[in-house]
């Protein structure tokens, strides 16, 4: 149960994250863990600090060397080179109160997101003698939440470099694999009729071409947002109907990937109907899954021909996490039984 709520919860950060960025609020709290060193944030401009915009510039300045000499430690000598050399993170970003909330909001959710991940730490022990796997995955989750929330201040310290924050966005969804991972595993232990899969293999590969194919397109989805952002800037926020003609081939790739990801979806969806009872859970999975897919070709078509509305851009990143997590889940409902016996 509490692995389930986490994966609830899980989604609800990926809401609250898509709904910082469609709404330009991602420097709503220009100090990280704090937000303008307060734990509960200023709703007016008198609340501000006295001299804060310098002393959060003095601070991210210092906080990007930090990050800089990491990445030149790592070999990365070009991405250390471009923190040091870009004015434009530490650029000050007039108060917003509204901004300010919404980003706050998002820290809230990804906090609590911590306390289950360690929840599930603690009821994992439970399943030790059965499958140890589940307490040391669960582990490996609060450690890399850990670093994803160092992440997110490194995210607000580069004043949302955009390949920060992609990788940002693929540790989320190592976490969500992981947390569904661990779940799935615990639901085995209980039980196993959920899995009659000899002879299906081809299937299962045909699913984790599906799912490769959906994380290509976040990928690609990522980096079409950073170049969003640029254009939205550069018109101010206004004339939405002409940023989709401002994006290159990356809107293109992702255009044509999301008809092969239908296609292949399509073929999943008819190869597991044709194996499985109406009534198993792989075919309730691959129906839930074929909606979601719909669902998200529609929302691009309504990104892409009517002007490119805020509200769907959160809508399109949710439906994306969603599909991404039924389809991880489809390719471990295809598992053969024999490979879940033991340990």
Request: glycine share 6%; net charge positive.
């Amino acid at each position: 149960m509490v692995n389930r709520i986490t994966i609830v919860i899980l989604y609800i950060v990926i809401l609250a994250g898509g709904v910082v960025r469609s709404t330009g609020s991602g420097m709503g709290c220009p100090d990280w863990p704090k937000c303008f060193n307060r734990l509960v944030p200023p709703t007016h401009v008198s609340q501000l600090p006295a001299d804060y915009e310098q002393e959060y510039i003095d601070g991210r300045a210092k906080k990007n060397e930090r990050f800089a000499n990491y990445l030149e430690k790592l070999g990365f000598k070009d991405l250390a080179s471009k923190i040091r050399n870009d004015d434009s993170i530490l650029e000050h970003e007039e108060f917003n109160a509204a901004k300010t909330w919404t980003e706050y909001i998002n820290r809230l959710a990804g906090a609590t997101v911590g306390v289950f991940l360690l929840l599930c730490v603690v009821f994992s022990t439970a399943y030790w003698r059965f499958r140890k796997r589940i307490f040391f995955f669960s582990l490996v989750n609060v450690v890399l939440v850990v670093f994803q929330a160092w992440m997110g201040s490194v995210v607000v310290s580069t004043n949302l470099t955009p390949w920060v924050i992609t990788i940002h966005m693929v540790l989320a969804l190592v976490i969500l694999l992981i947390a569904i991972y661990t779940y799935f595993q615990a639901r085995v232990v209980r039980d196993r009729g959920i899995l009659f899969n000899q002879g299906s293999a081809w299937i299962k590969w045909l699913a984790v071409l599906v799912l490769f194919v959906t994380f290509i397109q976040v990928i690609i989805g990522t980096d079409i947002r950073e170049s969003i952002d640029m254009i939205s800037a550069s018109y101010e926020g206004t004339n939405r109907n002409l940023w989709v003609d401002q994006l290159g081939d990356s809107y293109i790739w992702h255009r044509e990937l999301a008809l092969v990801s239908f296609v292949l979806t399509l073929f999943l969806f008819f190869a597991v109907r044709s194996r499985f009872a109406g009534d198993s859970e792989q075919s309730r999975m691959i129906n839930l899954m074929m909606i979601l897919v719909v669902l998200q070709i529609i929302s691009g078509l309504v990104l892409g021909y009517m002007g490119m509305p805020a509200y769907m851009q959160t809508v399109h990143l949710v439906l994306a996490t969603l599909t991404f997590g039924a389809q991880y889940y489809i390719i471990l409902l295809l598992t053969k039984t024999s490979q879940y016996i033991g340990h």
